[in-house]
């Protein structure tokens, strides 16, 4: 009795850390599988059918899915830097509204004392809630009433247009960035503002001069989370766009592999998917400190 | 005291800040959230959507009570079935993603295993993939002619002399259940093996925080004390871990409740809708079957049922937290 108490003190055994080791290899294995056959199955012929077993390189392995998907992944006319760019503009438009707006937002909720602030956390936290299929119908009815005449773009339906799935997705982000920005701002300490405001500057310029520096890690990570939230978006852009220039990447990955899709051309989609995958995983990996610094909603108490 | 900085009362620079965020609020997600409740009493539909076209009909309660009652003129649709099939889902998802999470965080805090950090930061290497990258791949190994659960299946059978063929599984299209006394279909067993794999290390990495912040000396005295290594597992490991994980599991909970890209992506809701989920019905009801005002009504139920799951949730963390307190 008493040995087997003391045991776990110990140096554990030799046996102990080879098994522990065997597991910890067994599960990585489990983690990397998927990668490692999306990969393989990038590398495939096009016309394959059926991989001809598990191989890390397959047999005849070629680089012609990726050359298909650069010049023409769907049997739409577009190229996959034109589906990027668009998923781009929507992704990097939609975070930087919503960052602008959130921290302008987030800066009174988390330090001032005014009349229904209350009333407007609770309804972000009520929005907050739903799901971005919650609002699908509304939005789309509501969207397709509009008919814009801009200068540049001349005249179309913003629910047929990238800015009206733009103006679907803010209304989902926004609320989440202010409520991250705000909860973020409400763990730094006030003591700069508070001598700032004893020396009589404005709000207008403790905003500036002291609270947007020091919100800065929170504003690169909402950013960031809206970016790839809108760089993979599926569900307004689906819904709301008609015409082959406008698509995004998702969109295009979707068709690939839709529901009334005879053959799928798995190669063509595994290489897509990765191109699809490595712009926002590299940005992470390189910004990953600063990442999880900057995340106030995930953060758990205890 | 207030912890707000004091402003005066009166004063409009708050709302100076906040309204710009406000009147965009306004717009695109208060407005279209009360146009919804009003549509959702309408018969909104395909007719009614262009321009110049006669405004819909009131219909009172119609709408909900067909979707409350399956009587909406969809193929598959059962709202009960949906539902209990919702719920169990995400219940069974994140109690597996807890058990393994929380194992794995042990095997990885254990003081024996070498190269901890390459581990802990490869795990975490399924997060980095977008949801609906992470549905295709595994609808293609999942596949019944070209995947790779099927060939690795047909491998490890080799050994026990089973003929390949055996292992020709369609796994998201076959109709029967493959176990006979449990009704759920071979799909849901394929997407809770892929949930499982993009859902454990998030929580791995939540419960490896909570491990690390143990101070050793507890383990120490509970051994003075003549406590077995389960007994102090169970004092010690599991009370540090409660109040750390109870929060995320709720949080996994309501995640996995909405999680659209698999039951959307890899099965599209079959075998006979038996696994589509209350947000990808929502979306089919507008996008397939432009049914707008039914889909309105579906939001608004939708609704009604987050909020209610989001009270129960509150009240247990609120139990827990104050039994942690104690």
Same mark, same amino acid.
């Given at each position: 009795m008493t040995t087997s108490k003391r045991r776990s003190f110990r140096e554990p055994s030799l046996l102990t850390k080879i098994l522990l080791q065997l597991a910890a290899i067994g599960i990585l294995i489990t983690v990397l599988f998927p990668v490692i056959w999306v990969f393989s199955v990038s590398l495939s012929p096009l016309n394959l059918i059926r991989p001809d077993g598990l191989n890390l390189i397959p047999k005849d392995a070629t680089f012609e899915a990726y050359l298909k998907v650069i010049d023409r992944p769907t049997s739409n006319p577009v190229s996959f830097l034109e589906l990027a760019f668009n998923s781009f503009k929507i992704a990097g438009g939609t975070a930087l509204a919503s960052v602008a707006l959130g921290v302008l937002a987030a800066y009174p909720l988390s330090r001032l004392a005014f009349r229904g602030r209350t009333f407007i956390m609770l309804v972000i936290l009520g929005v907050l809630m739903l799901p971005a299929v919650a609002t699908l119908a509304p939005l789309f009815v509501t969207l397709n009433?509009?008919?814009?005449? %801009? @200068?540049?773009?001349?005249?179309?339906?913003?629910?047929?247009?990238? +800015? /009206?799935?733009?103006?679907?997705?803010?209304?989902?982000?926004?609320?989440?960035?202010?409520?991250?920005?705000?909860?973020?701002?409400?763990?730094?300490?006030?003591?700069?503002?508070?001598?700032?405001?004893?020396?009589?500057?404005?709000?207008?310029?403790?905003?500036?001069?002291?609270? %947007? @520096?020091?919100?800065?890690?929170?504003?690169?990570?909402?950013?960031? +989370? /809206?970016?790839?939230?809108?760089?993979?978006?599926?569900?307004?852009?689906?819904?709301?766009l008609t015409q082959p220039r406008d698509f995004t990447l998702a969109m295009a990955l979707s068709a690939m592999t839709g529901t009334y899709a005879s053959a799928i051309p798995w190669p063509l989609v595994s290489a897509f998917s990765i191109m699809l995958t490595l712009p926002p995983a590299i940005v992470y990996l390189l910004s990953q400190r600063f990442i999880t610094g900057g995340l106030a909603v995930g953060s758990v108490k205890g | 005291m207030s912890i707000f900085?004091?402003?005066?009362?009166?004063?409009?620079?708050?709302?100076?800040?906040?309204?710009p965020a406000l009147v965009v609020m306004a717009i695109v997600t208060i407005y279209p959230l009360i146009f919804q409740f009003w549509m959702s009493f309408t018969n909104y539909g395909l007719a009614?959507?262009?321009?110049?076209?006669?405004?819909?009909?009131?219909?009172?309660?119609?709408?909900?009570?067909?979707?409350?009652?399956?009587?909406?003129?969809?193929?598959?649709?059962?709202?009960?079935?949906?539902?209990?099939?919702?719920?169990?889902?995400?219940?069974?998802?994140?109690?597996?993603?807890?058990?393994?999470?929380?194992?794995?965080?042990?095997?990885?805090?254990?003081?024996?295993?070498?190269?901890?950090?390459?581990?802990?930061?490869?795990?975490?290497?399924?997060?980095?993939?977008?949801?609906?990258?992470?549905?295709?791949?595994?609808?293609?190994?999942?596949?019944?002619?070209?995947?790779?659960?099927?060939?690795?299946?047909?491998?490890?059978?080799q050994v026990f002399r089973i003929p390949p063929e055996t292992f020709s599984i369609d796994w998201l299209r076959q109709v029967e259940d493959p176990i006979s006394f449990i009704p759920l279909p071979l799909a849901y067993y394929a997407m809770l093996i892929t949930n499982i794999w993009l859902g454990w290390p998030l929580n791995a990495v939540v419960a490896t925080g909570a491990l690390q912040a143990i101070p050793k000396d507890l383990y120490e005295a509970a051994e003075i004390d003549g406590a077995g290594r389960w007994a102090s597992f169970k004092t010690i490991t599991l009370t540090y871990l409660r109040p750390a994980m109870i929060p995320f599991a709720i949080y996994g909970f309501v995640v996995t409740f909405n999680l659209f890209s698999l039951a959307y992506f890899m099965s599209s809701g079959g075998p006979f809708g038996r696994t589509e989920l209350l947000v990808t019905q929502a979306y089919r009801l507008v996008n397939e079957r432009q049914l707008y005002a039914v889909g309105a009504a579906f939001a608004v139920v939708l609704f009604v049922i987050l909020l209610t799951i989001s009270l129960i949730t509150n009240r247990i963390s609120k139990a827990t937290a104050r039994y942690d307190d104690f």
């Open positions: 009433g509009v008919r814009l005449d %801009l @200068p540049i773009l001349g005249a179309f339906n913003l629910r047929n247009s990238q +800015l /009206g799935v733009g103006i679907a997705i803010v209304s989902g982000s926004l609320p989440f960035a202010i409520w991250n920005l705000k909860g973020y701002l409400d763990t730094i300490p006030r003591e700069l503002e508070e001598a700032a405001a004893v020396d009589g500057a404005s709000q207008a310029r403790i905003f500036r001069s002291i609270v %947007l @520096p020091l919100a800065l890690p929170a504003i690169a990570v909402t950013g960031f +989370l /809206g970016f790839i939230s809108g760089w993979t978006e599926f569900y307004y852009s689906w819904m709301f | 900085t004091r402003v005066n009362r009166r004063s409009l620079t708050p709302y100076a800040f906040i309204a009614n959507l262009r321009q110049g076209a006669p405004a819909p009909d009131w219909v009172g309660l119609e709408n909900y009570v067909k979707i409350l009652t399956s009587e909406l003129s969809i193929p598959n649709y059962s709202f009960l079935r949906l539902f209990l099939y919702n719920i169990f889902w995400a219940l069974s998802n994140v109690a597996i993603h807890i058990v393994l999470g929380v194992a794995i965080a042990l095997l990885l805090n254990h003081p024996g295993l070498k190269l901890k950090r390459l581990y802990r930061a490869l795990y975490v290497l399924p997060v980095l993939i977008p949801p609906i990258v992470v549905a295709t791949t595994w609808r293609n190994m999942f596949n019944q002619d070209a995947g790779a659960v099927n060939m690795l299946l047909g491998l490890v059978g």
